[in-house]
């Protein structure tokens, strides 16, 4: 019998999925039947929700977190948004977690209600409860008096005995998973206050508790320290060029004259020739005794050539423009290593200026940072300008102060950038910005400052990946059936 043709080649019929292995597991009723009686496969499926089994499982050992702690959390915020003069700084639950927290919102207190729970205290446990949930930290001096979003989780130990080991914990990549098994939702991820009052919390002896409780003392007083002497720093700039405040940034129109685009850069956008930065640079000529540009202060200025991200489980970690920029980031991204094309074959040394070279104006392009030891062995974005000391006539800390002071020297990167959509700097602008100069023993008061503050930074970052490691291995060895032994607990000591 004749076949009829076809339009098509006969598809070839699979009697097996040929793209992944199903994930699935047999699970008891009683476990849908309790508490939340949660539905959904993936809160069972999760690596998490399995040690979580396996400690409640024990009769004693563990404690619902409810019992050492306070879980609770601000109603949904409706504040109405003012002018700086007259608001009070607001900071959304990410901005948290910034080195420098830049409030971008100013509300009225009085139209605020509960505005007086909002405020967080310094010590104050904090965990994201949506997006990326779980994440702690501890309130320290960024936040003071500053009203914080609804979308971080407070926590406050009943006995302040209890303290340090309950940060470290939650800290914990352990628990961590746990408390990503709990969340719920298809887009954006949640975490409720009842998540974390049932978590359950192994219990350690006063000793242990102790030690844990003067580490994490220890982390926010490095915290502190650091935030202190870059406010330190920037007084001291500030006290040698006196303040600036601008009074027109051009919004209704200036004129400049031709020259100024008729060589070097000719940067036509008229952003850039903004009568602000103008008069800025007007007022530090005032005290400088001379200007620099940043080349010619004996540093590189460049950017690796744009390299593909190919994710790769066992690869080098990697670090964005927005990781660099907050307290112990969660560095969850690996890529193949390989040539970067790049004369440090993508990675940074320490006490490197690193500049975010893209993003909004108001955001985080502009900002910069000194590199630490934990930047160290990482690859670093291509969307950063590296500026790193081969000959320098100043030091690193000074630079860094001069471009990012609040008032006196971030308005002026502020102005470098161009584009409208996704705006970026170019190197030979950043290469060619000019420094004022103030005489070698100031400049040295100013950069002690600034170094020692990321100093400070990095040793705060690695005390606390530490703490969370030595949590995390009390966690796994307790789920694992043991019995609890202190030695466990070396990673606290010294």
Not at 98 to 127: A, C, M, N, Y
Not at 129 to 148: F, M, P, Q, W, Y
């Amino acid at each position: 019998m004749a076949l009829r043709a076809r339009l098509s080649p006969p598809q070839e019929f699979r009697t097996e999925w040929p793209w992944h292995s199903v994930r699935s597991a047999s699970l008891k009723a009683s476990l849908l039947f309790r508490a939340e009686r949660r539905l959904e496969a993936a809160t069972y499926l999760g690596e998490g929700h399995a040690t979580r089994l396996a400690i409640e499982s024990k009769p004693t050992g563990w404690i619902p977190l409810s019992t050492v702690a306070r879980t609770w959390q601000p109603s949904r915020l409706k504040g109405i948004q003012i002018g700086r003069e007259h608001g009070t700084p607001f900071l959304t639950a990410t901005q948290v977690y910034d080195v420098r927290p830049t409030p971008r919102k100013w509300l009225s207190v009085e139209k605020t209600r509960d505005h007086r729970r909002r405020f967080v205290s310094s010590g104050q446990i904090l965990v994201t409860c949506s997006g990326n949930v779980g994440r702690a930290t501890l309130a320290h001096e960024t936040t003071k008096d500053i009203l914080i979003s609804h979308d971080l989780l407070r926590i406050n130990a009943i006995d302040q005995e209890w303290w340090g080991w309950i940060y470290a914990y939650l800290r914990a990549p352990t628990v961590r998973k746990m408390m990503k098994a709990a969340e719920y939702g298809h887009i954006i991820k949640h975490l409720e206050t009842h998540h974390l009052n049932s978590l359950p919390v192994v219990h350690v002896d006063d000793r242990i508790r102790a030690r844990f409780g003067v580490k994490a003392r220890e982390i926010l007083d490095l915290r502190d320290r650091a935030y202190l002497l870059t406010v330190e720093a920037e007084q001291l700039f500030e006290r040698y060029f006196d303040a600036f405040e601008a009074t027109d940034i051009g919004e209704t129109g200036f004129i400049f004259g031709a020259g100024a685009i008729s060589s070097a850069r000719r940067r036509m956008d008229a952003w850039h020739h903004n009568p602000a930065v103008k008069a800025l640079e007007d007022h530090l000529a005032q005290e400088a005794r001379s200007w620099n540009e940043i080349g010619e202060l004996g540093f590189d200025v460049w950017l690796p050539t744009r390299f593909r991200r190919v994710a790769a489980r066992d690869g080098v970690e990697f670090l964005d423009s927005s990781a660099l920029f907050e307290i112990n980031p969660d560095i969850t991204k690996r890529i193949a290593d390989g040539d970067f094309r790049d004369p440090h074959n993508g990675r940074v040394e320490r006490g490197w200026v690193l500049l975010a070279r893209s993003g909004q104006i108001y955001g985080l392009n502009g900002s910069a940072m000194l590199s630490g030891k934990l930047h160290e062995n990482k690859v670093i974005s291509d969307d950063i300008i590296r500026i790193a000391p081969r000959d320098p006539r100043c030091r690193s800390g000074y630079l860094l102060v001069a471009m990012t002071h609040p008032t006196l020297g971030r308005p002026r990167v502020k102005a470098l950038p161009y584009g409208s959509s996704i705006p970026h700097i170019e190197v030979e602008d950043v290469r060619c910005l000019s420094i004022p100069r103030l005489d070698e023993r100031a400049e040295a008061d100013i950069a002690d400052r600034a170094e020692e503050e990321a100093r400070l930074r990095d040793r705060a970052d690695e005390l606390e990946t530490r703490l969370a490691e030595s949590a995390d291995a009390a966690d796994e060895f307790w789920a694992g059936g043991g019995l609890f032994v202190a030695q466990r607990f070396d990673g606290v000591q010294g």
